[in-house]
């Protein structure tokens, strides 16, 4: 069983920054392929970003692209999504998830391929 926790939301202005970490415990994300999704009041959970388990292949939203960007730190067995540029767009609570594991060939944006999810973090853009 993955365990993640969310950090790093809060309320910024927009044209601002802000850097979200994804943390497990329980047992390792390096063989895990990690996404990041978003949900906003009355919207459905879309995906932002995602990252092999090597780091090899990242993914974004087209609404995303150029603005955010997703890292993982193994040793610190952490994922990160650095967001820029931040618009009242953004706005959302943003989990992480976690693929099935054991260094599956490819990552994906369909929610359904991530059984392990986060509590989530809210991000809040003022404009």
């Known amino acids: 069983q993955v365990q993640l926790v969310e950090s790093g939301g809060g309320l910024v202005q927009a044209g601002g920054s802000l850097r979200l970490s994804c943390a497990a415990s329980g047992r390792t994300l390096s063989s895990y392929g990690v996404g990041w999704f978003r949900q906003a009041p009355g919207k459905e959970r879309d995906f932002v970003s995602a990252?092999?388990?090597?780091?090899?292949?990242?993914l974004y939203a087209d609404s995303v692209k150029g603005r955010f960007t997703i890292s993982r730190d193994i040793p610190r067995n952490t994922v990160y999504l650095q967001m820029n540029s931040l618009t009242s767009e953004d706005t959302a609570v943003y989990y992480c998830?976690?693929?099935?594991?054991?260094?599956?060939?490819?990552?994906?944006?369909?929610?359904?391929?991530?059984?392990?999810w986060g509590q989530g973090t809210q991000v809040t853009v003022s404009s």
């Open positions: 998830a976690a693929d099935r594991g054991r260094f599956q060939d490819t990552i994906t944006a369909q929610r359904g391929a991530y059984p392990y």
């Open positions: 990252i092999k388990w090597n780091g090899s292949t990242k």
